[in-house]
């Protein structure tokens, strides 16, 4: 137990006015009940009015600095205070249901969300740092491969930020301790990443696979052909079959994106896209012209029926 | 519980007649109970906090329902935290994540 002159700040010489004057303001800073959200309030509050019901009673006071009793002898009766009762679930019918959210449970969210948590002193007060969150643009193949980035965030701290292979749109990046700064010692927040991924000129994503239209030119298609098709990991060769169309689609086996839980890469399927010449070909019009196909077709006949 | 003569003699301060006072100006609400006024756990810790106020504290008599009603008002707005943030907590991490984002000012974007 506390000295109590030490507690109440005061002289051992010090008068009634005094001690009134000096406990009033302490009890106006540590009620626990004017400070709701202050858990250090109470403990502190019971050491001072303990002090003040010593040295405002003449009789125990005299006692007391004859040494005839200790502080301990004027400690309070364990008091309920109002606070105790009013931020309690059964203060109000809303507070009462299931799952209710007990005051650390608000300390911690009020200081993750504001940082300092009400009128607590800075003394005893240690908090979490709170939690940061930004958005990062990524290039698509970044994301399908891969990557380091390191941004630069408001307050000039650079952050070193690693995509993962596969990585989704709106996916978002916890980067443990890299938030605020702790209060009063407590560990800093999280960093919270959120990726939004470009659309790609020509890759599509579709799950895992990889979607792609790649044009060829009449003589691919109708007599096949070794052509260059680009991947996510980079241009490899696809053999085009003889008798080719607009609308056929080939797989590429294992070229799609990795599957971040399996490790089983997605594929890329790529449909052709038959293109005429861009420029004038006169022996090319003069054959059609010419030309008696030997199964005449309608192509539109579905859709005139 | 506690009857209104029990709780006049328990706390050192308290008179009587403040207390009856107070119960006339609604700033405590005892029951009705064989005669005479009973208090609840809750509204003694109330009658006592009010006691502070007024005989530690020196708040006049005049000023004392404004202290209350503001106190009051800030347990109330307590309550309605405590309320919003048992329902953030129930929410994905992701979605506490932006509300707190939102809430801290961060840039959030």
Not at chain 1, 150 to 176: C, F, N, Y
Request: aromatic residues 6%.
């Amino acid at each position: 137990m506390k000295d109590p002159y030490e507690s109440l700040g005061v002289a051992r010489t010090a008068n009634d006015k005094e001690i009134k004057a000096a406990f009033k303001k302490l009890a106006r800073k540590f009620h626990p009940d004017l400070h709701p959200g202050d858990k250090a309030a109470e403990a502190r509050f019971k050491e001072i009015s303990s002090a003040n019901d010593l040295l405002k009673d003449p009789e125990k006071r005299r006692r007391f600095d004859a040494g005839e009793i200790d502080a301990s002898g004027q400690e309070r009766p364990q008091e309920r205070f109002y606070r105790d009762y009013a931020d309690g679930p059964a203060y109000a019918s809303h507070a009462a249901q299931d799952g209710f959210a007990g005051n650390d449970e608000l300390e911690e969210f009020l200081s993750r969300a504001f940082g300092g948590g009400g009128q607590r002193s800075e003394r005893s007060f240690r908090a979490r740092g709170h939690d940061v969150s930004y958005a990062l643009p990524v290039a698509f193949l970044d994301a399908a491969n891969g990557a380091t980035r390191t941004i630069t965030l408001p307050d000039g701290k650079t952050l070193q930020v690693t995509i993962p292979a596969g990585s989704e749109d709106r996916q978002m990046l916890r980067l443990k301790g890299q938030g605020m700064a702790g209060i009063g010692g407590g560990p800093a927040g999280d960093a919270y990443v959120e990726l939004h991924i470009e659309p790609h000129a020509f890759f599509h994503r579709k799950d895992d696979n990889i979607h792609v239209d790649v044009p060829v030119t009449l003589q691919e298609a109708a007599l096949g052909a070794q052509i260059e098709v680009p991947t996510i990991s980079g241009a490899v060769t696809v053999t085009i079959p003889k008798g080719s169309n607009t609308g056929t689609t080939l797989r590429l086996r294992g070229k799609g994106i990795r599957d971040r839980k399996t490790g089983e890469p997605g594929h890329q399927f790529i449909t052709l896209k038959v293109v005429l010449p861009a420029g004038e070909e006169p022996e090319l019009v003069e054959f059609l012209k010419n030309w008696q196909p030997k199964h005449p077709q309608n192509p539109r006949k579905e859709m005139l029926s | 519980m506690m009857r209104i003569d029990e709780l006049v003699a328990a706390i050192d301060a308290l008179q009587a007649s403040d207390l009856e006072a107070w119960v006339r100006e609604e700033l405590v609400i005892p029951q009705q109970e064989a005669g005479t006024l009973v208090f609840s756990d809750a509204q003694c810790a109330r009658v006592r906090l009010i006691a502070t106020l007024r005989y530690d504290l020196d708040i006049e008599s005049e000023s004392l329902p404004v202290v209350v009603s503001l106190l009051d008002q800030l347990y109330d707005t307590r309550q309605r935290l405590l309320s919003l943030t048992a329902a953030i907590k129930q929410q994905d991490a992701a979605v506490q994540a932006s509300i707190i984002a939102a809430a801290s000012g961060g840039s959030g974007a």
